[in-house]
């Protein structure tokens, strides 16, 4: 039950009556990923705005012993201070129960892709019938594969952002074998599945992706994100044909003045600075990287091949020395226009790259672009997806119900099982202590997140809170960085040989 409290001056009185909530209660008041919203206040200043909301009731109510003595230990006298409680129903009308977001919670349609170590599928939300797509990673491949740092830094990014060029999360949750993300539901495939269907995609149409990634990057540079995995994998299109960038598991977020240094990417849409700051060091690299993956991907989506003959199994050094002796051929055919849009994308010198989204608005191949109805997805696209078929691989869904080990059809009887049979196991240790302790960790970190409470919760009327209280002098200053540290399973595990 989450509650933000104030002394018997009410909200609205002086700060010298009023006993003002410490920082973490300011938090518990705005995170309503779980349970009911409630409200706390002295009896005879219930506001009356809160109380009209449809199912609001009040009642009186003890101040919780953690807030109470939190109060006294700044002067407030709370023991002859009564308090009344607003609830207001956030969770689908169920008033007072702690509800939150699970597996059950949906209803399984098909399988349509899958990674290294998570699959998607189609799923239905129960309640409101809203379809969504699923993506599902196994807790025990993600530890085993060292991938539990990149699902929460994924999630950590996805749980913060919202765009309408971005496939957006509404959901995360947890079992015992998985971590759920639950993300806008695009039916138009990705643009690699249509590269393979040789669709030919005009210049209009690739000018409209351009368009649309660059708002896009401009929204990410803005939260100090750099995907590093623009590529045509990654840009999904809706049943209308606009393109959504998604997978942030490699993305990262650096602070102003500071430069990425990581290896990350994928080969043939990495910047030539990344490899470049890998082999030889130097600054690293920074926003750049991702217009450069847009260069590569209009390309690619023009000509049908890359710029440049890249490969996975390409040296890192071999790659530094290409992109110094190798040009990129332009088709005579193309518009001197969009050609001279792809040259800037594509420069190696990241100082001289078309790299903003200003730096797009004025390129001459965008002359004309009305950019407000563009970001309002009121222009047409060129290309649209056949609206009567799957735009995915058929052999998914057949995949998941006939070799897939842990079917997901079967997750709750399976879960039953293993429950009964994990209770009937004896305290001894066993070999898979180190397996265990990892997945007790993740178990205990990872953030559970409603994008649709959230969003109902930040309609709702307000009462103003009260400014926090200023830092005593001896009280240690909570570290940026430490706030927004990532749990991963090094750290969080002890290692196998230890005790």
């Given at each position: 039950m989450l509650s933000a409290v104030w002394g018997a001056g009410g909200p609205g009185a002086g700060g010298a009556a009023r006993g003002q909530p410490s920082r973490k209660e300011l938090l518990l008041r705005h995170h309503l990923w779980s349970g009911p919203r409630?409200?706390?206040?002295?009896?005879?200043?219930?506001?009356?705005?809160?109380?009209?909301?449809?199912?609001?009731?009040?009642?009186?109510?003890?101040?919780?012993?953690?807030?109470?003595?939190?109060?006294?230990?700044?002067?407030?006298?709370?023991?002859?201070?009564?308090?009344?409680?607003?609830?207001?129903?956030?969770?689908?009308?169920?008033?007072?129960?702690?509800?939150?977001?699970?597996?059950?919670?949906?209803?399984?349609?098909?399988?349509?892709?899958?990674?290294s170590f998570g699959k998607v599928c189609i799923v239905q939300k129960r309640d409101t019938e809203k379809m969504?797509?699923?993506?599902?990673?196994?807790?025990?491949?993600?530890?085993?594969?060292?991938?539990?740092?990149?699902?929460?830094?994924?999630?950590?990014?996805?749980?913060?952002i919202e765009h309408v060029f971005l496939v957006n999360l509404w959901y995360s949750f947890q079992d015992e074998e998985d971590m759920f993300m639950v993300v806008d539901l695009l039916l138009?495939?990705?643009?690699?599945?249509?590269?393979?269907q040789n669709v030919q995609f005009s210049e209009d149409?690739?000018?409209?992706?351009?368009?649309?990634?660059?708002?896009?990057?401009?929204?990410?540079?803005?939260?100090?994100?750099?995907?590093?995995?623009?590529?045509?994998?990654?840009?999904?299109?809706?049943?209308?044909?606009?393109?959504?960038?998604?997978?942030?598991?490699?993305?990262?977020?650096?602070?102003?003045?500071?430069?990425?240094?990581?290896?990350?990417?994928?080969?043939?849409?990495?910047?030539?600075?990344i490899f470049h700051s890998f082999v030889n060091g130097g600054t690293g690299y920074s926003f750049e990287v991702d217009w450069w993956s847009v260069g590569v991907m209009a390309y690619?989506?023009?000509?049908?091949?890359?710029?440049?003959?890249?490969?996975?199994?390409?040296?890192?050094?071999?790659?530094?020395q290409l992109f110094s002796t190798v040009s990129v051929q332009y088709v005579p055919t193309w518009s001197k226009e969009m050609v001279a849009l792809l040259r800037k994308l594509l420069t190696v010198n990241p100082e001289h790259r078309l790299s903003s989204l200003q730096d797009v608005q004025a390129a001459p191949a965008l002359a004309g672009v009305l950019w407000d109805h563009l970001s309002e997805k009121r222009v047409e696209p060129g290309f649209v997806p056949n609206?009567?078929?799957?735009?995915?691989?058929?052999?998914?869904?057949?995949?998941?119900?006939?070799?897939?080990?842990?079917?997901?059809?079967?997750?709750?009887?399976?879960?039953?099982?293993?429950?009964?049979?994990?209770?009937?196991?004896?305290?001894?240790?066993?070999?898979?202590?180190?397996?265990?302790?990892?997945?007790?960790?993740?178990?205990?970190?990872?953030?559970?997140?409603?994008?649709?409470?959230?969003?109902?919760?930040?309609?709702?009327?307000?009462?103003?809170?009260?400014?926090?209280?200023?830092?005593?002098?001896?009280?240690p200053v909570e570290d940026e960085a430490e706030r927004s540290a990532l749990p991963m399973c090094g750290p969080i595990c002890p290692s196998a040989g230890s005790g």
């Open positions: 409630c409200l706390s206040f002295p009896l005879g200043s219930l506001p009356a705005s809160l109380l009209g909301l449809p199912g609001a009731t009040s009642h009186r109510s003890c101040l919780s012993p953690n807030l109470a003595s939190g109060l006294a230990a700044r002067g407030t006298q709370t023991q002859s201070v009564l308090f009344g409680e607003v609830r207001l129903p956030l969770d689908g009308g169920v008033r007072g129960a702690r509800k939150r977001m699970n597996f059950d919670h949906f209803q399984i349609l098909r399988a349509i892709g899958k990674g969504y797509a699923m993506k599902y990673m196994n807790k025990q491949q993600c530890i085993e594969r060292d991938e539990v740092r990149n699902v929460f830094r994924e999630l950590e990014i996805l749980q913060e138009g495939g990705d643009l690699r599945y249509h590269l393979q149409t690739v000018r409209l992706y351009i368009c649309e990634m660059a708002l896009a990057l401009d929204y990410l540079r803005g939260q100090h994100i750099i995907h590093r995995d623009v590529k045509p994998d990654n840009i999904l299109l809706d049943e209308r044909g606009h393109a959504h960038l998604t997978d942030f598991n490699i993305a990262t977020i650096i602070k102003d003045g500071e430069r990425a240094t990581a290896l990350a990417g994928t080969k043939p849409y990495m910047a030539p600075e690619e989506l023009l000509r049908g091949w890359r710029p440049y003959d890249i490969h996975s199994s390409n040296a890192v050094e071999s790659l530094v609206k009567g078929r799957l735009h995915c691989d058929p052999t998914f869904e057949l995949e998941e119900m006939i070799l897939e080990s842990r079917p997901l059809h079967k997750k709750k009887k399976r879960l039953a099982k293993n429950k009964s049979r994990d209770n009937s196991r004896d305290s001894s240790q066993s070999e898979n202590d180190y397996l265990q302790d990892c997945l007790d960790a993740i178990q205990q970190d990872f953030v559970i997140f409603n994008r649709e409470k959230l969003k109902r919760s930040q309609d709702l009327p307000r009462e103003p809170l009260p400014a926090p209280e200023s830092r005593d002098a001896a009280e």
